[in-house]
């Protein structure tokens, strides 16, 4: 069984900087464009980055030039280097496959900036 298990977030003030790591068991990296997403409170879960196989990357505009999403075939990991963290980037964050797969839906890592 396939199993995305996010880690990396915690509590960061405005402007600083954490990365978040999606590891997976399986063979899911190895075929598919990988994404992180996120769903703050009382708002639909967002595609933020996604990553295909040969590593082309696209973003969300409201994280373009702040994140960074990368991939790690070999460790079966995908990250996100998030910098110039704002407020409204506080959400729980979830890797997926892109696009999502219900039955990929881990419990996600939660983010918070705050001062």
């Known amino acids: 069984q396939v199993q995305l298990l996010e880690s990396g977030g915690g509590l960061v003030q405005p402007g600083g900087s954490l990365r978040l790591s999606c590891a997976a068991s399986g063979y899911i990296f190895s075929i598919n464009t990988m994404g992180w997403y996120r769903q703050a409170p009382g708002k639909q879960r967002e595609l933020v980055a996604g990553?295909?196989?040969?590593?082309?990357?696209n973003y969300a505009d409201s994280v373009k030039g702040r994140f960074t999403i990368s991939r790690d075939n070999a460790k079966n990991t995908v990250y996100l280097q998030m910098n110039s963290l704002k407020p409204e980037d506080t959400a729980v964050y979830y890797c997926n496959t892109v696009p999502a797969q219900n039955r990929y839906w881990g419990q996600g890592t939660q983010v918070t900036v705050s001062s």
């Open positions: 990553i295909s196989i040969l590593r082309n990357t």
